[in-house]
Every structure is written in structure tokens, then in C-alpha cells.
């Protein structure tokens, strides 16, 4: 099988798949695991696998300690980690279980870091250890606070490789890849849905949608609600100086603002073995917007005319003038992550930054929406929101989208 571009003449699968990031390709994977016979093509806008949140993250193997117990991302987390571990070992891919420390500077966080360890319990998540000040050293000597909460279980790795090898996997099995693909809606016809891409159209019985920045889009265009909608937050990293005795171990948190779905300024030990600062987290004018002077109409008007944007603005507007300082200072930038590890600023940083741009789902009521969200629509389903951790939870959401597809189908796979 050769990858390749869109196809003029109409092709029909059994399932169809849009986006080739980590979810997209497990879904895939899984499926492929339980129906070895059914054809699949997966749907790409790119030119190779992982181009966007997948591709432009921190690489962290997340532990499941934020999320609400109960929540579709606190099980997805637990699961997900170990399975990626699991894949790595089969897979011969490195990867670091450093640990994480979330660190509170004030007595105002104890309360929030009290919270984080009672979730962390609730998910079940191993080895959990709450630290006093003159403990928080022997994890990471270069850390100050006044409490702190170590997740061992955390870990790095590079989640381009991951999916990378699980492309792979697939063209082994079968599944065909076509890059260069941009899908722009489905249209439904008694049990078989158009896709329409650039050049031509692809039908299936069945379509999985996990496009990511642009997921919103493509759901609604299934007749799915416009609610919630998609907003690009765009997150950059400044990275520090290589020096042979790195400032950190692992990985070093602040506590988070909980009314916020972000993780705040934190210093984050790479796979390939930098340290970087970040992220910001600041809305852009484009979903593609890894650079500030990137506008796309279509995106600005979809934000401005989105009434929850107007009700995040009103209630976040301090927070969002920070962000903006942040991403237009270095210095403001460093000084967040020189509070809980002062010697940051002794490293020097590289010229440039590096970023991500964050698919965030937005809700009409202004919510910004905290779990992921999956949308169901005759003859597909579609992944709404799914912002860190769902490299983490890959591959158990895509056990979960399967499940759900076999459950509300009528369709027999293969």
C-alpha cells in the first residue's frame, strides 16, 4: 500500500477515518484489532501523521491526577498511561517514567493541591505522595515550595514517534493513509455517508471523526449541534540552555487555577533531554495559529460570532491579559517558572520558541469545556474536544469509541 494524495473517482469503505493524529490512528488501531477484515481508509489534511496537537506538545505521559473522578478523561488518563507504556515496551519506543511534582508556593494552594490528591485517589492513581517543604528535594533538588504532591507514575516520550509506529502498523494491516486530504463535510444518504474532500469524495457505512482543531466543523456539517465549538489556544515554549546538569529531573507543576482546563507555567523535561518553560495559553485568530500574525478569516468569524467567546472574555479578561503578556514577554514567561525553580534564569534560553496550538472546546454558555466531549450523528461519531490528556488516553479512548460505535450501529463490521 503507498500513501497518496485525494482521489478523483469516488472509493467506498467499510469505515472511514478523518485525521491521522493519535487518536484518529488508534481508533484504527483498534478497530483493525477486532474486525481484521473490513476496509479503512484514514483521512488526512497533512502530509504526514501528527501535525498538529498530537505532534506540538510536551511529550507527557499524564498520570490522571486533575480530572474529575468519574470524568471521561480521569478514566481514559489511568487506563491510557498504562496502555502507552504497554505499546512503548511492545514497540521498542523510549520513553522516561520521571515522575511529576506539583508544587504549591502560597497557603492560599494548599486547598487546591489538597483537591489534585483527593482526584488523584479517587482515579486510583499509584503512588501518590504528598511532601513537606524539606522533602520536596529529594525529588527535585532545585524545587522550593511550601507542600508538594510527587506522581511517579508520570512520564516523556516523543508522541510523534508513537504515531509514527502506529501509521505503520496499519499500512501493515492494510489500512490505507492518504495525505494531503482536506475532508470539508459528510452528507448522508440512506446507509452510506459521502465524505467530501478536496478533490472528489469518499463514501463509507461508517465514518469516525477525530479532526481535531477542525472537529466542530466537520460534526456539525453531520448534523451534529454547533454546541460546543471549537477555539484555538495557542501555547508557546521557551527552552533552555543545554547545560551537562540539568535544573530539573522530571517535571515540575504549579497548582492550577481550577476554573481554568490548563495546567499553568510549568518546567518540563523533553524526552530528547531539553527543558523547556510553558505553556502560554492565549486565544489566536487561526486554528493553524502557531504564529500570533496568522489570521484566517473563517476563524475569526467563527470566534467572534460564537456567543460563549463574549462570556469568556467578560469572565476571564484579567487572565487573558496575563496570557497575552506572557506570550509578548520572555522574561514574564521565565519569571512564572523561576517561582518553585529559581534557578531557571541562571540556564540562559535559546533564541525562538517553540508551540502548540490547543483544539478547546467552547460552550455556548461560555464554559470552557473540561472533559472529552463525543458526539454521535447518523452513520458517525465525532471527538469534540479532546485537549491534553488525550495523547495520554489514546489508546484506551479508542477502545471506548469502538465500543460505542458497535453499540449504536446497526451495522455489522466486515
Known amino acids: 500500500m503507498t500513501d497518496q494524495g485525494s482521489h478523483v473517482q469516488p472509493d467506498h469503505f467499510d469505515v472511514a477515518i478523518v485525521g491521522a493524529g493519535i487518536v484518529g490512528l488508534a481508533v484504527a488501531r483498534e478497530l483493525r484489532r477486532r474486525h481484521p477484515d473490513i476496509s479503512m481508509v484514514i483521512l488526512e489534511r497533512e502530509n504526514d501523521v501528527a501535525q498538529h496537537q498530537t505532534g506540538h506538545n510536551s511529550g507527557v505521559i499524564h498520570s490522571g491526577v486533575y480530572y474529575?473522578?468519574?470524568?471521561?478523561?480521569?478514566?481514559?488518563?489511568?487506563?491510557?498511561?498504562?496502555?502507552?507504556?504497554e505499546y512503548c515496551d511492545e514497540h521498542s519506543i523510549r520513553y522516561e517514567r520521571c515522575g511529576k511534582l506539583i508544587v504549591a508556593l502560597t497557603p492560599q494552594e494548599i486547598s487546591g493541591l489538597d483537591e489534585?490528591?483527593?482526584?488523584?485517589?479517587?482515579?486510583?492513581?499509584?503512588?501518590?505522595?504528598?511532601?513537606?517543604?524539606?522533602?520536596?528535594?529529594?525529588?527535585?533538588?532545585?524545587?522550593?515550595?511550601?507542600?508538594?504532591?510527587?506522581?511517579?507514575?508520570?512520564?516523556?516520550?516523543?508522541?510523534?514517534?508513537?504515531?509514527?509506529?502506529?501509521?505503520?502498523?496499519?499500512?501493515?494491516?492494510?489500512?490505507?493513509?492518504?495525505f494531503g486530504t482536506p475532508v470539508h463535510g459528510?452528507?448522508?444518504?440512506?446507509?452510506?455517508?459521502?465524505?467530501?474532500?478536496?478533490?472528489?469524495?469518499?463514501?463509507?457505512?461508517?465514518v469516525i471523526?477525530?479532526?481535531?482543531?477542525?472537529?466542530?466543523?466537520?460534526?456539525?456539517?453531520?448534523?451534529?449541534?454547533?454546541?460546543?465549538?471549537?477555539?484555538p489556544f495557542r501555547g508557546a515554549y521557551l527552552t533552555l540552555n543545554e547545560s551537562p546538569t540539568p535544573v530539573v529531573r522530571g517535571l515540575v507543576y504549579p497548582v492550577p487555577d481550577p476554573e481554568l482546563p490548563f495546567l499553568g507555567v510549568h518546567v518540563t523535561k523533553l524526552i530528547n533531554g531539553d527543558v523547556v518553560l510553558g505553556p502560554t495559553a492565549m486565544l489566536v485568530l487561526a486554528r493553524d495559529g502557531y504564529?500570533?500574525?496568522?489570521?484566517?478569516?473563517?476563524?475569526?468569524?467563527?470566534?467572534?460570532?460564537?456567543?460563549?467567546?463574549?462570556?469568556?472574555?467578560?469572565?476571564?479578561?484579567?487572565?487573558?491579559?496575563?496570557?497575552?503578556?506572557?506570550?509578548?514577554?520572555?522574561?514574564?514567561?521565565?519569571?512564572?517558572a523561576e517561582k518553585y525553580v529559581p534557578a531557571v534564569g541562571e540556564y540562559g534560553l535559546r533564541a525562538g520558541i517553540s508551540s502548540g496550538v490547543r483544539a478547546q472546546a467552547l460552550g455556548r454558555d461560555g464554559a470552557l469545556v473540561d472533559d472529552f466531549v463525543l458526539s454521535e450523528t447518523p452513520g458517525s461519531i465525532h471527538v469534540r474536544n479532546a485537549p491534553s490528556p488525550a495523547a495520554t488516553s489514546s489508546l484506551a479512548l479508542a477502545r471506548e469509541i469502538v465500543d460505542r460505535v458497535q453499540a449504536s450501529v446497526d451495522w455489522t463490521f466486515g
Not at 471523526?209 to 477555539?231: E, K, N, T
Request: proline share 4%; net charge positive.
Open 68 to 85: 474529575t473522578p468519574g470524568s471521561l478523561k480521569a478514566r481514559m488518563c489511568v487506563e491510557g498511561s498504562q496502555l502507552m507504556y
Open 116 to 178: 489534585l490528591e483527593r482526584r488523584g485517589r479517587a482515579n486510583n492513581v499509584a503512588g501518590l505522595r504528598r511532601l513537606a517543604a524539606d522533602e520536596i528535594a529529594e525529588i527535585e533538588p532545585g524545587c522550593r515550595g511550601i507542600e508538594a504532591l510527587h506522581c511517579p507514575g508520570t512520564g516523556i516520550v516523543n508522541y510523534h514517534e508513537v504515531s509514527s509506529s502506529l501509521a505503520s502498523e496499519l499500512r501493515g494491516q492494510g489500512v490505507e493513509i492518504r
Open 186 to 206: 459528510l452528507e448522508r444518504v440512506n446507509s452510506i455517508t459521502k465524505v467530501t474532500c478536496d478533490v472528489g469524495s469518499v463514501s463509507a457505512s461508517f
Open 209 to 231: 471523526g477525530c479532526a481535531g482543531l477542525w472537529s466542530d466543523r466537520l460534526a456539525v456539517s453531520a448534523g451534529a449541534p454547533a454546541d460546543p465549538q471549537i477555539v
Open 291 to 336: 504564529r500570533v500574525s496568522t489570521i484566517r478569516l473563517q476563524d475569526v468569524w467563527d470566534i467572534i460570532r460564537w456567543p460563549g467567546t463574549w462570556k469568556m472574555f467578560r469572565k476571564f479578561w484579567r487572565t487573558g491579559i496575563d496570557e497575552i503578556m506572557m506570550a509578548a514577554m520572555r522574561r514574564r514567561l521565565l519569571k512564572e
